[in-house]
């Protein structure tokens, strides 16, 4: 179900210079906000890209994109506010995430903690498929 070229208009794609709006979706989360810098460090050194997903002009559920390869990015840092949870949200924003790195071109792969069971069965339903090392890393 990984789609060619899916965009949720809910989901936007943060710059160097949003840092006030990503510590908004942290504190909705119920945690710390990061230094004003945060986000201007990680977009300089290449390490990953954020978008956030909006219900009400709230932005309730975040994810990644980890570029550590030349042909496989990751889709990464999945979090939505408790409150959130069970809509539908992570599976939107996974789709988004999702749809930008094969629009890149590239292999996505996901991978999360061993017991967060709610993720799995996300990754799952979405076609990825779990790598031949054992972990919960998977590849769509």
Same mark, same amino acid.
């Given at each position: 179900?990984?789609?060619?070229? *899916?965009? /949720?208009? @809910?989901?936007?794609? !943060?710059? =160097? $210079?949003?840092?006030?709006?990503?510590?908004?979706?942290?504190?909705?989360?119920?945690?710390?906000?990061?230094?004003?810098?945060?986000?201007?460090?990680?977009?300089? *050194?290449? /390490?990953? @890209?954020?978008?956030? !997903?909006? =219900? $009400?002009?709230?932005?309730?559920?975040?994810?990644?994109?980890?570029?550590?390869?030349?042909?496989?990015?990751?889709?990464?840092?999945?979090?939505?506010?408790?409150?959130?949870?069970?809509?539908?949200?992570?599976?939107?924003?996974?789709?988004?995430?999702?749809?930008?790195?094969?629009?890149?071109?590239?292999?996505?792969?996901?991978?999360?903690?061993?017991?967060?069971?709610?993720?799995?069965?996300?990754?799952?339903?979405?076609?990825?498929?779990?790598?031949?090392?054992?972990?919960?890393?998977?590849?769509?």
């Amino acid at each position: 179900e990984l789609p060619e070229n *899916s965009s /949720s208009p @809910r989901c936007v794609w !943060l710059t =160097e $210079n949003d840092g006030e709006i990503f510590n908004r979706h942290l504190c909705l989360c119920g945690k710390a906000p990061r230094e004003d810098d945060f986000l201007r460090n990680i977009y300089k *050194s290449g /390490s990953a @890209r954020y978008c956030l !997903l909006f =219900e $009400n002009g709230l932005p309730v559920a975040r994810g990644a994109v980890e570029p550590y390869s030349d042909g496989m990015w990751e889709a990464a840092d999945f979090y939505t506010a408790r409150e959130y949870r069970v809509r539908g949200l992570a599976k939107e924003i996974l789709r988004h995430v999702a749809a930008e790195i094969i629009r890149q071109g590239k292999i996505v792969s996901c991978r999360t903690e061993r017991g967060n069971t709610a993720m799995i069965k996300i990754m799952e339903h979405m076609g990825f498929q779990k790598d031949d090392n054992g972990g919960n890393k998977f590849e769509g």
